[in-house]
């Protein structure tokens, strides 16, 4: 039975769900000033976990802070902030549902089974496989399936007896860079994710089934510019891989139809009852966590009555991702209330003065986004800064696809080579190698390769297509 936290971590968990069912009112009626009271119960559950709170979430939890009382002192306060508050709340009501997910899927054998068929695959296809599980696995568990799957990985390499280290390198990097990569660039397609909610939120007409064909034909170039670097790298001698025949075919085939089975039913709830495709899925994650959870336990024949076990679990252990959701809810606010202090002719200003084609603007901000994310600038701030000017200052000739697809490659980029990302630390402490070497070392030739091809895509594809 899960463990109960005690009355005050209880009460923040209160916080959190009453936030996430303001979230949806908000949503649902199309209004925002009940973003401030979501707003009020996010910092009162971010002040209950304080002690859990690392410095990086600290320090933009201090932003935020600031960046308020500055827009207290300025005219129509409080439209802004409720605004803001409104655009900014849904990223910690979806991760807050997440870890129902997530749970459900951790107590689901198919997991395992899924990634050991993943891991197992022959040489030639293992990186395509490995990519391809790290989309998944991300999705689904976000950097719990980052931290899975690159543990199972890692522990199928050959075993070292004392002859074979450049083998084990080898595999290390290969496998690494394989989960590391799938894993970064479901940021690009995944309608779970912070940066696209973030993107539906502030562009007006923008929706991720429209955005969809682009966001996958982005997704596969990039994953295909890291196959073709990944068969340049050497190769370990024949032998080296696992000899047991790949099993788990249909646990794989399971674990997808789980994740196209929470967007076809978000997409039908929004057809049916017409709200927003964002609304739908903060109602159906939690519903079909739960489907999911008894249907498992039933088809092991486990009692009927631990169903209550994940509603129960994820209620006591909403506490433990108050970083997380202290990060990004944070980074995509101080983000909004910067773009509200730019004056709203900047941009097209900047434009004009320069002489630069929102095509020119778009390579820019994939190549800045992954730069200042080097030096401490979380993408969730670049992001929401970025959608928020464009969406001020109405730059028609930029198509919102476009504008979403530069900002998420950027975002995906800063995940690979960013010293202060959660995502190039887990891979590096799971391979045990500096951070520098599995980020700049490894990554940092698809980095550049991808920015170079999304330039001369914007260059010479872009404006040619009838993009919306």
Known sequence: MPVNPGPLFLFASACMLTAIVVTFYDLVTGGYMMGLLALVLVATYLLICWKSLKSNAIFLIGAGVLATGFILTRDHAGSVLGLSASRSMYIPSLIALMSFLRLSALDSPIVLEAGRYIVNQPPGRRYLMLALGGNIFGVLLNLGGLLLLLSIALQSRAKDDGTNADRLEIQGRRITNGVLRGFCASVMWSP???????????????TWVAFLPLALAGTAVFMFIGWVLDRREIRPRPGSVPAEKPKGALALVRLVAHLASIIIVALIVETVLGIAFRAAVIGVLPVYALCW???SRLMRRMPVETHR???????????????????????????LLLAAMLPPDLLPNILSQTALSPWTMAAIITAATAAVSMVGVNPMITASLVFAAFSQAGVSEMPNSVLVLAVLLGWTLSMLISPVTATLTIAASCIERPVSQVGLRWNGPLVLISIVVFTLACLFLFPYLNLQ
């Open 293 to 295: 959870n008894i249907g």
């Open 309 to 335: 076990t994940v509603a129960q679990t994820g209620f006591y252990q909403l506490n433990r991702f108050s970083n997380e959701i202290g990060i990004l809810f944070a980074s995509g606010y101080v983000g």
């Open 192 to 206: 779970l994710g912070a940066g696209m909610n973030m993107g539906v939120a502030i562009l007006a007409g923008f």
